[in-house]
């Protein structure tokens, strides 16, 4: 039986873990506010996110939501806008050159308790680097508000352990909410490339390129604006001698449907950054392994744990313990209830 | 008046020698931008002789340089919280803790400026160790900010209350009274925003009398930037200080573009010596002679020696310049709808114009080759005749014959003149090389003056039959040119 102590044993050990969210309300903030009361007074936190994610109101739901509360001492790298939406006493440290759509990335220190809002940069070269100055900074334990959107282009995977969080609100359908789950760790532990080759073509043209071929004896390299409805694309570069299709971007349900219908899919793997970047329902992996097509990444996830929010702020909840057992006995892995630990 | 225009810049390659200066600071990567052709010749002379002091220190004073370079390389650009300061704004902690940076930054530059006593001129530092002062009031030094405590006394104490509450927050777990304190705090929060915009106000008023001498320190810090990144360039690229004289005199000119390209293939790259002096030089030679090269590598150390920086070449005299324009077939303007012929005359009209009333370099390459040899032979003479007495500084090139004219200085490629042929043939039949590279490897690019009146080398036809023509076409060829 795992327990949260596991949780918490294996974060002091990889020291940069980040949050992601299944969806909205699924009680992802809550977790992290937990996460740094459990660490208050242990070790010197540093904070920040990937992108923006999540307003003060969810926009849609007008529901208020909860807000990260962190301690004196705590250092946080969040963009300007969001710094001086803050409430605690700060101390400037830095003012990182990298820009977000939010203004500068800028390293503060807590002098004070009070509310932050954190929004870093989208660009997973880009978290890396605002994680190593907050160690640089002092920061012993880090953690990332990670978003699982379509939208970021960064991965959580540049940090060394990944932390989900799963809710009621992702449906009303119970065996929905726990399919959806099991589906999303499926997808997250999809496994490394072994052939350090392809990882290094990956590294070293996925910035330009967001498709690359790889063929038995030949490369091809391809700007894309996007990779969501570049499936004709894909398609019209396949031959018998394809052996990877290497992706920068976001694969979904759309795409692996068209690549089953070719011929060539089962000659081919596709090479993505790592598991956030996959988009699949339930099953689609499962016929695209059919067809003999392999899906690998440059970096696999270290999935720590999940987290479940029993409550949905449209009103409805789950039985607590049905649902914790439900997902306990299909994964393995430490689940726990944050609504139970943060009372 | 006018100087090279993109294209020109990007084929002769000063595109690629700016990619080379590396500038550290904002203010210099802005100034960089901003760099033409000098307009005063004291401000150029002057600017070269800086370079000179900085190179004649670069390496005594090493640790000096290191120091400078480091706190160039940190310093951030402030010039838009300057400016919302002067315009009367509040600046934020984020804007005051980048002035702090910038301050105590720039008082380490000019520590370290002192310290080379180099006396470069026009370029001063103030000091402004009072700002370093005014955004350190707790004394300690460091480069970060708050809005510290000793600001203000109600601060200090609005922060105590607050700090206690939250203390009292976090230790307790019953709802009513995390509500109420919850309540307070937020009262607090405000109060405290309140009195930290009341001290943000008052420094930004502070600073708005200090915005000239931080201004003025921008500015040194950039051109303190540019001048050491074009020292560094002539170190590592091995330059030499352009001397302003009467006349234009290059000894061993090269190209680090097309030297690069050359020895990546293995082959050698020849150095160009040439005088040019008021009027017209003409160069003749053989087709794939580099006389193209040439008026590239002239017109290249001219713009950068006229725009303060040293040259490509191992001495180089120049006369203060109002325009340098240069005119070549290739030119992507003459594309646009007129033919090559019709934009090379527009073009030499517009230059024509100048030279009434200004001095500068003129280089045209291959004037009228798109045109009949016999009216372009025509027109050229008459443009070198023109040309000649303007008080200009003109270099054609041409492979018509029968243009040159007795009072003109005149340059020959040497070419395939000396080339052992029986070597040729042999490097012709390596499958290693192509026709073309063995041809360039064989190729001597030196500049010969020669006085009288020559007849340009016949170099087309031995290139023709070397790229392997057929055979037929030589004869007949050999044939008409005996007759």
């Known amino acids: ?343 | 008046m006018s100087f090279l225009d993109e294209y020109t810049k990007k084929m002769i390659g000063l595109d690629t020698v700016f990619d080379s200066l590396k500038l550290l600071s904002p203010y210099g990567r802005t100034l960089k931008k901003s760099i033409i052709p000098y307009k005063d010749e004291a401000k150029l002379k002057a600017e070269l002789d800086s370079i000179e002091t900085i190179l004649c220190l670069i390496k005594s004073k090493a640790q000096v340089f290191f120091e400078i370079e480091k706190a160039l390389g940190k310093v951030c650009d402030i010039k838009s919280s300057i400016n919302r300061c002067l315009a009367g704004d509040t600046l934020d902690d984020i804007e005051l803790y980048e002035i702090k940076c910038f301050s105590i930054l720039s008082e380490h530059i000019k520590g370290n400026y002192i310290k080379l006593n180099a006396m470069l001129k026009e370029l001063y530092s103030k000091d402004i160790s009072d700002v370093v002062r005014l955004l350190d009031a707790d004394g300690k030094g460091f480069e970060t900010f708050h809005i510290y405590d000793e600001y203000s006394v109600k601060l200090e104490e609005i922060r105590r209350t607050k700090i206690n509450i939250e203390k009292e927050l976090y230790g307790t777990k019953d709802i009513d009274l995390i509500a109420t304190l919850k309540a307070k705090r937020l009262k607090l929060v405000h109060a405290e925003q309140k009195e930290e915009l009341k001290v943000e106000q008052e420094l930004s008023k502070k600073l708005i009398a200090r915005s000239s001498d931080i201004s003025n320190n921008m500015d040194f810090i950039g051109r303190i930037d540019l001048l050491i990144a074009k020292a560094r360039l002539a170190e590592d690229e091995n330059l030499s200080k352009p001397e302003i004289s009467e006349i234009l005199q290059m000894k061993n000119g090269i190209n680090p573009v097309a030297k690069a390209f050359l020895e990546e293939k293995g082959l050698k790259f020849t150095p160009i010596t040439m005088e040019l002096s008021k009027g017209v030089t003409l160069i003749t030679g053989a087709n794939m002679g580099g006389k193209t090269i040439s008026l590239g590598i002239v017109a290249l150390n001219t713009y950068l020696a006229q725009m303060g920086f040293y040259v490509y070449a191992e001495s180089f005299l120049f006369p203060f310049m109002d325009f340098v324009y240069y005119v070549s077939e290739d030119m992507p303007s003459f594309s646009d709808g007129l033919s090559t012929f019709g934009g090379e005359v527009l073009k030499v009209k517009e230059i024509i114009k100048e030279t009434k009333k200004f001095k500068g370099l003129i280089l045209i390459d291959e004037f009228a080759r798109g045109t009949n040899p016999e009216e372009g032979s025509n027109l050229i003479k008459a443009l070198i005749k023109y040309l000649n007495n303007t008080s200009s500084i003109s270099l054609l090139t041409t492979h018509f014959d029968k243009v040159i004219l007795c009072n003109i200085r005149h340059y020959q490629v040497r070419g395939l003149k000396d080339a052992n042929l029986k070597d040729l043939e042999e490097k012709l039949s390596d499958k290693n090389y192509s026709a073309i590279e063995a041809i360039q490897s064989k190729m001597d690019y030196t500049l010969d003056e020669v006085t009288g009146i020559t007849e340009v080398p016949k170099d087309a036809l031995n290139i023709c039959r070397m790229l392997g023509l057929d055979a037929q076409i030589i004869n007949y060829a050999e044939e008409y040119y005996k007759k």
Request: overall charge positive; charged content about 25%.
């Open chain 1, 1 to 343: 039986m795992f327990t949260m102590n596991d949780i918490l044993e294996e974060i002091k050990k990889l020291k940069i873990v980040s949050i992601i969210g299944m969806g909205k309300n699924v009680g992802k903030t809550t977790t992290m506010n937990y996460l740094i009361k459990q660490f208050w007074g242990k070790a010197t936190l540093g904070l920040t996110s990937i992108g923006l994610d999540g307003e003060k109101f969810d926009i849609l739901s007008g529901y208020k939501k909860p807000r990260i509360y962190v301690r004196s001492g705590t250092l946080i790298a969040t963009a300007k806008t969001s710094l001086l939406k803050g409430d605690f006493t700060r101390e400037i440290l830095r003012t990182l050159p990298r820009s977000t759509p939010m203004g500068k990335v800028i390293i503060a220190r807590a002098l004070s308790d009070g509310y932050v809002e954190l929004a870093g940069p989208s660009i997973s070269r880009e978290i890396s680097f605002v994680c190593n100055t907050l160690k640089e900074l002092g920061a012993e334990i880090i953690f990332v508000d990670g978003a699982l959107s379509r939208k970021s282009l960064a991965a959580p995977g540049v940090t060394k352990g990944v932390l989900l969080a799963t809710g009621a609100s992702i449906s009303r359908d119970f065996n929905e909410v726990i399919s959806a789950t099991i589906n999303t760790v499926e997808l997250l532990q999809t496994k490394e490339e072994e052939n350090s080759e392809i990882i290094n073509i990956y590294k070293d043209f996925s910035k330009d390129y967001k498709l690359i071929f790889i063929y038995t004896d030949h490369m091809n390299l391809i700007k894309v604006d996007s990779v969501i409805g570049s499936s004709k694309e894909i398609l019209n570069n396949l031959d018998e001698t394809i052996r990877y299709v290497l992706i920068n971007g976001v694969v979904t349900d759309n795409l692996i449907l068209s690549i089953i219908k070719s011929p060539y899919a089962k000659f081919m793997k596709i090479v993505l950054e790592d598991g956030t970047k996959l988009f699949l329902s339930p099953g689609v992996l499962n016929k695209l392994h059919a067809v003999g097509c392999e899906i690998s990444v440059v970096k696999s996830i270290n999935l720590i744990g999940i987290t479940i929010n029993p409550y949905s702020p449209e009103g409805y909840e789950f039985d607590k313990t049905a649902y914790l057992e439900e997902l306990k006995s299909k994964l393995n892995y430490p689940i726990l209830n944050v609504m139970d630990v943060i009372k």
